[in-house]
């Protein structure tokens, strides 16, 4: 019996041949460019869009040959970007539709904080104004493409889609980065890195159906492994000034929270502060409760970090990390049963076993 043929991938299709293909779309745009517009110089504004293409250019480029290499060749075959005025289009088509959905996300997180960091916005923090900010959509489904000696040409519904969740990601109130249902299908438990506002059914302009989206919540992605060295520096520096000037934006503190332990490999005590200081505006944030309980056990201070892991799996019961590093607390407290429970709701929640042993029931 002859060996069955595999089947024919987008890599096989010759230029002109054309078809359905499954594509993950990011839309990105500078939140209130009309507004800019209005009241810069065409000088000015020129600056603050170029400024915007450049960071688009090279953090696209480091991202996908650098980062990502193993997932993404450089010819167009299964991704491609394009930057036209305040926007950018990311198209990611490769055989593994949830890992592009994912890395659109960690992509969209980076791009934020490299916009943070430039000059233009630390500028207008120590200007004591509000830096501005970035906002995505990521949607998920078949398009209709054409192959070209470049790469493909793609038009669909799931494109006009993937803008409209663009446009909704103006009302959030986190990380401004819109996931709809298509393309949080592919993902959903698959991650422990990135935790999710509950559904939304919103109404878009052009779109039919009502489409439901979820925003980023948190993210407890390292930054620094993802970012352009250039763009993680200038977010570093800037970091720490915009949470003094942007209060509410978060997110901020998140991406910083997590580079900062994951270089000094603890939590320092300035982060500690700062966590306090985020709990005080929002006490069910993720982030902070997490490195908190962190920052009690690495002073030996078992009860306190107890507790905060019981707030953040009292209101983040999705957070895997949480109740891992909980369980394993609770092990060295001797607190076997509540360890045990812990550790199997991590593993509910896409957790290895091979992470962390799960105690003996007691008795046995």
Known sequence: MSPKASKPTMN????????????????????????????????????????????CQEQCEYFFKTVC?????????????????????????????????YQLICLAVTLKCGWLGLPINRGRLKAGLSSTD????????????TRTREGFHKCGYAINVA??????????????????????????????????????VISMK????????????????????????????????????????????????????????????????????LCERVLNIDP??????????QGMRERGDSETARLYYKDLARHWPKCAEGWLDMGRLLKTMGRMAEARECILQARRRAVDPSEEELPPVEGT
């Not at 970035?134 to 209709?144: M, N, Q, R």
């Not at 959030?172 to 506002?197: E, H, P, T, W, Y």
């Not at 991406?255 to 000094?264: F, H, K, S, T």
């Open 12 to 55: 096989d299709w010759k230029t002109g041949q054309s078809g359905p293909l499954h594509t993950a779309t990011l839309f990105m745009d500078l939140v209130s460019s009309s507004d800019f517009a209005s009241v810069m110089s065409l000088r000015d504004y020129a600056r603050y869009v170029e400024s915007f293409h450049r960071l």
């Open 69 to 101: 290499g193993q997932y993404y060749t450089h010819d167009g075959t299964n991704y491609e970007f394009h930057v036209v005025g305040d926007e950018m289009v990311v198209f990611l088509h490769s055989p593994k539709p949830a890992n592009d959905v």
């Open 134 to 145: 970035l906002a995505a959509g990521i949607h998920c489904g078949e398009v209709w493409a």
């Open 163 to 200: 803008k409209r969740t663009e446009s909704t990601s103006r009302e959030g109130d986190r990380f401004r980065i819109m996931v709809s249902d298509a393309a949080f299908k592919q993902i959903n438990r698959k991650i422990r890195n990135v935790l999710f506002s509950p559904r939304r």
């Open 206 to 273: 052009g779109i039919v159906v009502p489409i439901g989206v979820y925003e980023v919540a948190e993210c407890f992605m390292d930054i620094s492994k993802r970012l352009k060295p250039e763009f993680t520096a200038g977010f570093a520096r800037v970091a720490r000034l915009a949470l003094k000037t942007n209060t509410f934006d978060l997110w901020v503190h998140s991406c910083l929270q997590v580079m900062e332990e994951a270089r000094n490999r603890k939590v320092t005590g300035e982060c500690l502060e």
């Open 284 to 293: 069910d944030n993720p982030v902070a409760l997490y490195y908190a309980a």
